[in-house]
């Protein structure tokens, strides 16, 4: 039906009687027993003492008080409006401007109605899936309302980004968080001023608003009180059955870390074998989803013996494990795993992430100790200097971090919930509100996406890693520093690290800026190679040959200016992996009979995935 059609009303479906009792029955009980969960969670709480986490040496966050705003928002804007008061005439000016982009949209709208065609005020982005539904552009009611939205929060972003005297942090602060604001109050997200929504509640009877109403509930549910938004259908994968599912065996084990082994696919391999270190903030099968896209089983069918870190879950009895402990207990004991599996010493490694950060400092730590197994050292969107770290440094500053250490000193780890919320934030729209008019609104069933279902798949964070992780590496960027970090009593220096290196950046990356990967490429000594892919930190990496779909630019020169390495480039068509291929393999051409895993020294444990990745948060 289109938006602009009226019923009549012997046509409007009215929901089943029978059915509207059974959901609201339904809703009252389990209602109730959430507001009674989340009120047991949240006494709890309260009752533990602050600094006294499980399981940790040392107190953390002790005597801090809880803050009515631990973001700190409520501070950034009062700076904000001071300093905007402070030069009225600039804001008089923006609301002119916005006055007189109302009014023309008023006459564009009454001429509309009137049959005379006019040219849009300000367009949607043409990727912003919000308005994709044809009554946004052709009925002149809801055009109206997305014109008026899109003046609206154009307004706002141009008058909180044109504030002068804000220092950066606090400036990209109210950025940020204008931003959320603007995208909570699009006119999609609400049901009487999305057509969409309002077409299926016609159709449906409103049925679709009390399944919506249960969809909701079961949300909350699962978040044991607060709203965890269902983005998959969970029960559509299995890992080793449909995801993660490359051939191999767990051959290595320590309190950190299973490495598994995968099995060969050609009759030869390369001599050096490959290890790669996934970040723990995630789980390491996005390198493994589906055959078609599997950078793991791709990387094997090239020759490499790949072996790959995965990382525990860790809970309370891990929390005094710190940065130095995932060097010695990851990297460190998967290459003595490595040696005892295939008895060769020398290998190159491939670091994802955070996993690439931690690359690269325990890299930094055997330069010191004379250590040269690891041969060559690739890098996926990594950062190493954490100067300008992306929209992930509205989170870090004092009062927030000491918010998310009390956090962490009650329970001895960060909820992996907690840190999938930040990430999501970062692409609201896509991994936020466009579920909540989906599920809650438009009552649909999640659909079954390998990625979603990952990306669901949280992982928390040991107390002690993760604070000095954002204290000393994003809050003061202390690892491009020489001594400036310390690792297990060794003061590291990355100018030390002296090998080849190949550094993927991600064009479109909001977690790890490209500029910022290039830029800390600048403190590795060694041959270097940058490549910077098309889309962002995840399709910019998972890209298959096969697929076809985004480029990749490389470049020869290494200029100290990213802009100038990126004007001198090269684009090329397609993925990046068999550059990648061209280049190690040339670094050690030799081969060996294919390996299978395990070895008398290294026996099969289990087989792959294992079971360190089976756990849940």
């Excluded at 023309?104 to 709208?109: A, I, K, M, R, V």
């Excluded at 928390?460 to 204290?471: G, I, N, T, V």
């Excluded at 990967?517 to 040959?545: C, D, E, M, W």
Aim: aromatic share 10%.
């Amino acid at each position: 039906m289109d938006a602009r059609e009226k019923p009549d009303a012997s046509d409007i479906r009215l929901p089943d009687p029978e059915l509207v009792r059974r959901t609201m029955s339904d809703i009252a009980e389990r209602s109730q027993r959430i507001v009674s969960t989340w009120l047991r969670r949240q006494g709890s709480s309260q009752a533990q003492t602050p600094g006294q986490g499980p399981g940790m040496g040392q107190p953390m966050g002790q005597g801090a008080t809880p803050s009515a705003d631990p973001l700190n928002i409520g501070g950034a804007f009062l700076e904000m409006t001071t300093r905007l008061m402070s030069n009225p005439s600039r804001l008089m000016q923006a609301q002119l401007g916005l006055w007189q982009d109302y009014m023309t949209l008023w006459q564009n709208t009454t001429r509309r109605i009137m049959g005379i065609e006019t040219t849009p005020v300000i367009q949607a982005d043409p990727r912003d899936r919000r308005f994709k539904d044809d009554a946004w552009r052709d009925n002149e009611i809801f055009d109206f309302i997305k014109q008026s939205y899109l003046l609206s929060a154009r307004f706002v972003q141009d008058v909180v980004k044109d504030v002068d005297g804000l220092e950066p942090k606090v400036a990209q602060k109210v950025d940020f968080y204008s931003r959320q604001f603007v995208d909570a109050l699009s006119p999609s997200n609400f049901l009487l001023t999305n057509p969409e929504v309002l077409r299926k509640t016609v159709e449906t009877g409103g049925e679709n608003l009390l399944k919506g109403l249960t969809n909701l509930l079961t949300d909350l549910e699962r978040g044991k009180g607060n709203l965890r938004i269902r983005m998959t259908d969970d029960e559509a994968f299995k890992l080793g059955d449909n995801i993660a599912m490359t051939p191999g065996k767990v051959v290595w084990q320590t309190p950190l870390m299973q490495l598994i082994q995968y099995a060969p696919t050609t009759p030869d391999v390369l001599k050096r074998p490959l290890l790669v270190i996934p970040p723990w903030i995630n789980k390491f099968y996005i390198l493994d989803m589906r055959p078609k896209n599997s950078f793991v089983r791709w990387a094997v069918s090239q020759g490499h013996t790949v072996f790959i870190v995965s990382w525990v879950n860790p809970d309370e009895e891990l929390a005094a494990k710190d940065f130095g402990d995932y060097m010695k207990e990851g990297i460190l004991a998967a290459l003595d795993g490595i040696e005892a599996a295939t008895g060769e010493r020398e290998i190159n490694a491939i670091g994802y992430c955070l996993g690439g950060t931690l690359l690269a400092s325990t890299l930094a730590w055997m330069a010191v100790k004379k250590d040269r197994r690891i041969k060559s050292a690739t890098f996926f969107v990594t950062l190493l200097d954490f100067s300008e770290a992306g929209e992930l440094s509205v989170f870090i500053d004092e009062q927030q971090i000491q918010a998310i250490e009390e956090k962490m000193s009650r329970r001895g780890y960060l909820e992996g919930g907690e840190m999938s919320q930040t990430f999501n934030m970062l692409r609201a729209n896509d991994l936020i509100w466009s579920f909540v008019v989906n599920n809650y609104l438009l009552g649909n069933e999640a659909f079954p996406f390998d990625l979603l279902y990952w990306n669901g798949d949280s992982t928390r964070m040991p107390a002690a890693m993760h604070s000095f992780y954002l204290r000393q590496m994003y809050q003061l960027n202390k690892l491009i520093e020489p001594g400036g970090i310390t690792l297990n009593d060794v003061p590291i220096d990355l100018s030390k690290v002296d090998l080849p290196v190949y550094m993927l950046a991600a064009r479109e990356d909001h977690i790890t800026p490209w500029k910022s990967t290039y830029r800390g490429l600048q403190n590795l000594r060694g041959s270097k190679r940058f490549v910077l892919a098309a889309s962002g930190h995840i399709a910019g990496v998972v890209n298959a040959p096969e697929s076809g779909k985004y480029s990749h630019n490389v470049g020869s020169a290494m200029p100290e200016d990213a802009d100038e390495w990126l004007t001198a480039s090269t684009e090329i068509s397609g993925s990046w992996w068999p550059d990648w291929q061209r280049w190690i393999s040339k670094l050690a051409p030799q081969t060996v009979p294919a390996r299978e895993p395990g070895s008398q020294k290294a026996p099969a444990l289990e087989d792959a995935p294992g079971s360190y990745v089976r756990v849940m948060s």
